[in-house]
């Protein structure tokens, strides 16, 4: 279940993961009454969202335009022919409705409406006013009847060839021998899955003179019948620098091994977005893995500065004489005092009044309700946001979580706050000092928790000198925790701008004590190994940090690659020396020629699908194991991947309680439970996951899959199961009668067998018939 918390930026260095915010603000397209006849077209000229002077952003001027609006109207006509009858609602001249905004708004951008029946889908267009290039389209029909998808009609290698003509039509300022297609191209199983409509995707990175991109790039979705439905081009206008290094590769890969440094955590290990377990790890330092400025031979940080040659250091906290106390009334928290705990350390304008407040679960911790509190004046969306303050504060124990003193600005376009009266600024060492005392205040036995992180040089002040910024990390068992964070800016008088603190659960079933068997000179070597540094472009910026915004430039460096893509995102275990994966990375090319013992199989080619959808994966020794039996258990996770790829998040922040006899714990649960919630299990009764599935088991859960649960009830006698000489053995004669009629399952010599257990290879070559049963039925098949 996706948590509707607010939307919150927290940037957190140390982690590695730049956040690059762009909140789409979807402007009513006033669908339900629109003409569609004889309508004309609104032209605007748009500034960018908000004031642009903060961020660079030149408004779009109309004197330049070189590719009107008529012409580019009727490309995108001529590029989409299904939009023949589609209605323009509007045309504006600039990039209004992106926050922060592109840095190029010479762009037309085009609202359509396209009408079927009595109801309207809307989408954008967005073509270069200078160049007459498609930035982009997504074409988006919802499905209106139950059609048949597999065999697709056009291979991966015909929509690849598609692809690449359309991009030569619709952006022609590319030049064909410019396109470098991405290494893992074709059928993108992250995000899709195997059953509805195939898509094929693909990712081209453009050549800047003579040498790749990671900066520029165009994305293509060609559907099954070999249409474009999709065409993403970067649309920024930022300035390159020339392609001639003055370090050479050799030079870079020398201070590169001499730089790279390791560090030992308590790493937690995620699974489907969902916390899984905690491993003591050694893994790259962030500025170990910054890439080399090709000019000058420095490592460049994520705000594009020469990184310091210092180490990160973390020093302790000390006590403070005001230090958080939970609450201790026996009772939940109401709003009104949550929002007086708020007060007590944050300041708000004093305009702005408690306008919404919502107690729901946290989105890490269902365990724990929260308030989401928001205080807003009457100037909504003047300027293009709101003005408004945000914080999420523990309902229980009056911790607060988050706050921002200005939710929509994350230090673009932001209003200097008033300075306080009597109020002085503070020197960097008052604001350190400040940020030790508020982080004692809000965070439960910070002293003893956290450490601070010490940066060295002028770190701690904001870029753009507005304010000062402190990172603290949680140590537990004296080990630093991977990616938990207290991240607080303060601007120059000391009140706080941001604060947001890390919602990692679950450390004390921490088991690893922090006695590492693998030596750091030992990981420090494997690590070396599994990187290689690349001559390209990168881009620097256009996303906010620590409330900071980050101006977007181009520089040419050597970046980091992993030697095997598949690797980037282990650790390695301090205890077995074993490389760990973080993160699940499904659809990495290599994954299907790790299956070893496949390859001349009868089911070859249905496990070859399934593997190509991660429905299935190679086991740590690049084995299927394709004549294994599989349990109830199995079944579930199989069938529900192949609906639905990400079904391990889907109850993420929900409430979670036994289903079908299954409890939480067990490692079937999320598959059960969704397999539940659809109907293809009964959530009363009690599902055996453990038990080994049955021909006739998986009759029934063929039927309950394809909804002829009903039906089948009437085909207790049908003359299908009659056939069989061991027709007298099956219970669910409805079922089975059904699996075979679809040709889903048949018999064996006479003989339905339906105590013998199913294997691997059985269960995908039966998936795969259900795949192409799609269309042939009076209803859609596993889809959502």
Not at 684 to 705: G, I, P
């Amino acid at each position: 279940m996706k948590s509707n918390r607010t939307h919150f930026v927290q940037q957190t260095a140390k982690a590695a993961l730049i956040t690059t915010v762009a909140l789409a603000l979807v402007l009513p397209a006033g669908f339900a009454g629109a003409e569609t006849v004889s309508k004309p077209v609104s032209v605007t000229a748009s500034s960018a969202a908000g004031d642009s002077s903060a961020n660079s952003v030149k408004a779009a001027d109309p004197a330049k335009v070189k590719f009107t609006k008529e012409a580019a109207i009727a490309k995108i006509k001529e590029l989409f022919p299904i939009l023949k009858d589609a209605t323009v609602n509007s045309v504006e001249l600039g990039v209004s409705n992106q926050y922060p905004a592109p840095q190029n708004q010479m762009v037309w951008s085009i609202q359509w409406e396209y009408r079927v029946g009595n109801g309207g889908y809307g989408f954008q267009s967005m073509v270069d006013a200078i160049t007459g290039d498609l930035i982009n389209t997504y074409l988006y029909f919802p499905q209106t009847g139950n059609e048949a998808y597999y065999p697709p009609k056009v291979s991966q290698s015909q929509a690849l060839e598609q692809a690449q003509a359309f991009i030569t039509k619709a952006a022609p300022s590319i030049k064909s021998s410019d396109l470098q297609l991405d290494d893992n191209p074709g059928m993108n199983p992250n995000n899709r899955a195997l059953f509805g409509p195939v898509q094929y995707y693909f990712n081209f990175r453009i050549l800047k003179n003579g040498i790749f991109s990671a900066a520029d790039n165009v994305s293509v979705a060609v559907d099954g019948n070999g249409s474009i439905i999709q065409f993403s081009k970067q649309g920024d206008d930022l300035t390159y620098p020339s392609a001639t290094p003055k370090v050479t590769l050799e030079q870079a890969e020398k201070s590169y091994a001499e730089n790279f440094d390791i560090g030992l955590f308590y790493v937690p290990i995620y699974k489907g977005g969902t916390l899984k377990s905690w491993v003591l790890g050694w893994r790259p330092l962030e500025q170990a893995l910054y890439p080399l400025d090709a000019v000058t031979g420095k490592p460049v940080d994520m705000e594009g500065n020469a990184a310091t040659p210092t180490s990160v250091t973390y020093s302790d906290v000390p006590l403070g004489k005001n230090i958080f106390k939970s609450n201790s009334t026996g009772r939940q928290l109401t709003a009104e005092e949550a929002a007086n705990l708020v007060k007590k350390v944050a300041y708000i304008p004093a305009d702005r009044k408690l306008i919404s407040q919502t107690e729901t679960q946290d989105y890490m911790n269902p365990d724990r309700k929260l308030w989401r509190l928001t205080w807003g004046n009457n100037d909504r969306f003047t300027g293009g946001m709101p003005s408004q303050s945000y914080a999420e504060i523990d309902a229980k124990t009056g911790e607060i979580l988050q706050f921002q003193v200005d939710q929509f600005s994350y230090g673009i376009n932001a209003k200097a706050l008033p300075a306080p009266a009597g109020g002085k600024k503070l020197t960097q060492k008052e604001a350190k000092q400040q940020a030790l005392n508020l982080v004692n205040q809000m965070y439960n036995q910070a002293s003893t928790n956290l450490k601070l992180v010490e940066r060295g040089g002028d770190w701690n002040v904001n870029p753009d000198k507005t304010g000062y910024r402190y990172e603290f990390i949680r140590f537990y068992k004296g080990i630093p925790v991977a990616d938990s964070y207290v991240s607080i800016n303060l601007d120059l008088y000391g009140r706080i701008q941001f604060y947001s603190t890390a919602r990692n659960t679950g450390l004390e079933k921490i088991t690893q004590e922090p006695v590492p068997v693998v030596t750091k000179k030992e990981a420090l070597a494997s690590f070396l190994s599994q990187y290689k540094l690349k001559l390209q472009y990168t881009r620097v910026g256009g996303y906010t940090m620590n409330n900071s915004f980050i101006t977007p430039k181009i520089k040419l460096v050597y970046a980091p690659y992993p030697v095997d893509a598949q690797k980037s995102s282990e650790i390695i275990d301090a205890i077995t020396g074993k490389g760990v994966s973080v993160y699940e990375i499904p659809g990495i090319k290599g994954v299907l020629a790790a299956a070893t013992d496949i390859k001349g199989h009868s089911a070859e080619k249905e496990l070859s699908e399934l593997l190509k959808f991660n429905v299935i994966a190679p086991d740590a020794d690049g084995k299927v194991n394709p004549d294994q039996e599989i349990t109830m258990g199995d079944w579930l996770t199989i069938i529900v991947k192949a609906s639905t790829p990400y079904f391990e998040g889907y109850y993420n922040g929900a409430e979670r309680k036994t289903v079908a006899g299954v409890n939480p714990e067990n490692p079937y649960y999320n598959a059960v439970a969704y397999a539940a919630d659809r109907g293809w299990v009964n959530r009363d009764s009690v599902v055996s996951v453990d038990s080994k599935l049955t021909r006739e088991q998986l009759a029934v859960q063929l039927t309950a899959f394809v909804k002829y649960s009903k039906i089948s009830v009437y085909l207790d006698k049908d003359s299908t199961v009659g056939q069989f000489s061991d027709s007298s053995t099956i219970s669910n004669k409805g079922a089975v009668a059904i699996a075979v009629k679809l040709g889903l399952m048949k018999d064996d010599n006479g003989k339905f067998n339906p105590q013998l257990t199913v294997t691997k290879a059985q269960a995908a070559s039966v998936i795969m018939k259900l795949v192409e049963l799609q269309g042939k039925t009076d209803q859609m098949i596993g889809q959502q």
